[in-house]
């Protein structure tokens, strides 16, 4: 299986700041990586699939970069409903793993 | 519109079984996997597997064989994730979600509680 981490596991930020995410693999993956957001009590949503393409009606302050072990996940200017938990998923190889998440709250 | 919509919450003794639902609507069922994702409470996410909706066939990971099973009725347009001998760590929202890959259409969760 792929291992991924995630760094920061927490970042605490502000509204307007430009924040970034990294996840790295174990393996490469090419560019089968996506972003997903989560809310308390919320199923995630998709923000980013293929590294780098925007989801349909999601925010153009996000975006992603990277390809093969190494990708960020770049919030250029954090509003107020960004605040939320952030996981990488590669789709490379079985099994579909997650990354462990980074919670971006308020500084 | 695309809608994957689960049974609701279950309260269950240890050694039980249960059997959570995802009807999805908006699409053609059979042309799209669908996907068993768990997140037991505090933690992350945890891909359990997936389903061929087409022909039925499934996949699953690592730590989710044996005690876990996926199913279709494709005649309703529902997947199911079915567990039995139901422990305590099983205690987790799962959902249900769509795609081989990247899911941008997620069921709202079900909460499975495992308790005596």
């Known amino acids: 299986a792929i291992w991924m981490t995630q760094s920061p596991s927490l970042l605490s930020a502000s509204t307007g700041d430009r924040v970034t995410i990294s996840c790295r693999m174990s393996?490469?993956?090419?560019?089968?990586l996506a972003w997903y957001q989560q809310k308390p009590g919320k199923a995630p949503e998709l923000l980013i699939y293929?590294?780098?393409t925007l989801q349909s009606g999601v925010p153009s302050r996000f975006s992603g970069s990277g390809s093969g072990t190494d990708f960020t996940l770049t919030i250029s200017c954090l509003q107020s409903e960004d605040f939320a938990t952030y996981y990488c998923?590669?789709?490379?190889?079985?099994?579909?793993?997650f990354g462990p998440g980074t919670k971006v709250d308020i500084k | 519109q695309v809608q994957l919509v689960q049974s609701g919450s279950e309260l269950k003794k240890p050694g039980a079984s249960v059997k959570v639902s995802c009807k999805a609507s908006?699409?053609?069922?059979?042309?799209?996997?669908m996907n068993w994702v768990r997140q037991a409470p505090g933690q992350g996410l945890e891909w359990m597997g997936w389903?061929?909706?087409?022909?039925?066939?499934?996949t699953y990971a690592q730590g989710f064989t044996g005690r876990f099973v996926f199913s279709l009725d494709t005649s309703v347009s529902t997947a199911y994730l079915q567990i039995s001998s139901l422990k305590a760590e099983d205690t987790a929202v799962y959902y249900c979600?769509?795609?081989?890959?990247?899911?941008?259409?997620w069921g709202q969760g079900t909460l499975v509680t495992v308790s005596s």
């Open positions: 393996q490469g993956i090419s560019s089968y």
């Open positions: 389903i061929n909706t087409n022909t039925g066939n499934p």
């Open positions: 979600a769509r795609d081989a890959g990247a899911t941008g259409y």
């Open positions: 908006g699409y053609t069922f059979t042309s799209y996997a």
């Open positions: 293929a590294a780098s």
């Open positions: 998923q590669q789709y490379y190889s079985f099994p579909f793993t």
